[in-house]
């Protein structure tokens, strides 16, 4: 897990190290962050989007996905942005792989009808926002698939070694359904539009194996980072306020982050719990040699 106190784009990540990337970028509408300024003139807005999703390109591994959580119109002048910015990242070599509606039942009270009672100039406002998928390449390769760097016993399941996935048959149905009924986030943690969990951990299991790694350019509140650790996957952290940067430290102090059991004689990451012994507080079983040993390495 690595955190990182500054712009996206001055970041050290090596090419084709990330497997997933999962974020919310500033939506321009003049949202009081800590830092940005969220009203920029929309070409310049739109431009500068592009540009940081075609840099991120070169960080992903081939096959992997960039999920894009954004608004379906721009409030202001109702520009359609999910629309230009999926339309400019597919010309700049993004492949579109799917279209997730969630829908975030947020319109209780309004005051903006346009003409109301009157079929002159009404306003649709949408009870919704878009995640979008977009892919490195045209297809899921082998390389993410068998990298064995480290396994993920997590907080949300059981334990389940890399290369294989850890998504239910029952979670697989209910993701795969692009409609996701998801309550939006009202516990700020500091953050004036934290991502909710649930809509994280939907996205993780869907999109990644345990072990990949998961960045998020616009970390805000760290719930990306806080899943990950979660979840066993590894994950890198990004925001340019150092207000956000250290609530997101502070929030994930508070997790117990997966650490990931290697098998000490093949250093496979394919171990699995195996019970426990009288004065031994866990022991272990390497499914690739077969041996058993105890959280001190040694053999049984």
Not at 151 to 166: S, T
């Amino acid at each position: 897990m690595k955190f990182f106190n500054m712009d996206v784009v001055e970041v050290p990540i090596n090419d084709n190290s990330v497997h997933l990337i999962i974020t919310s970028p500033p939506y321009n509408v003049g949202i009081n962050y800590d830092t940005h300024a969220d009203n920029k003139p929309y070409q310049e807005y739109l431009d500068w989007l592009t540009a940081v999703f075609v840099q991120l390109k070169d960080k992903l591994v081939d096959g992997g996905r960039l999920c894009i959580n954004i608004a379906p119109t721009g409030v202001k002048n109702f520009t359609p942005i999910h629309h230009d910015l999926i339309t400019n990242l597919r010309k700049n070599g993004y492949t579109f792989v799917g279209e997730i509606l969630w829908y975030k039942q947020n319109i209780k009270s309004r005051t903006a009808w346009g003409s109301f009672g009157s079929p002159r100039r009404p306003y649709v406002l949408p009870s919704w926002e878009y995640v979008y998928v977009l892919q490195k390449g045209t297809h899921l390769t082998e390389h993410i698939k068998s990298i064995k760097t480290r396994g993920a016993p997590h907080a949300y399941g059981k334990q389940q070694p890399l290369g294989r996935p850890d998504i239910t048959n029952e979670e697989f149905v209910k993701f795969t359904d692009g409609f996701w009924d998801i309550k939006p986030e009202h516990a700020r943690k500091g953050h004036p539009v934290p991502f909710p969990e649930d809509l994280i951990y939907r996205l993780i299991k869907l999109y990644s194996y345990p072990g990949n790694t998961v960045l998020d350019p616009f970390g805000g509140s760290g719930t990306v980072a806080a899943v990950c650790a979660k979840t066993g996957r590894d994950s890198i952290y990004v925001d340019i306020s150092e207000n956000y940067f250290r609530q997101a430290q502070t929030r994930i102090q508070s997790i117990d982050i997966v650490i990931p059991v290697l098998c000490p004689f093949c250093k496979s990451n394919h171990v699995v719990k195996f019970g426990r012994q009288r004065g031994i507080k866990q022991r272990y079983r390497c499914t690739d040699c077969k041996k058993h040993f105890d959280e001190r390495k040694e053999e049984l």
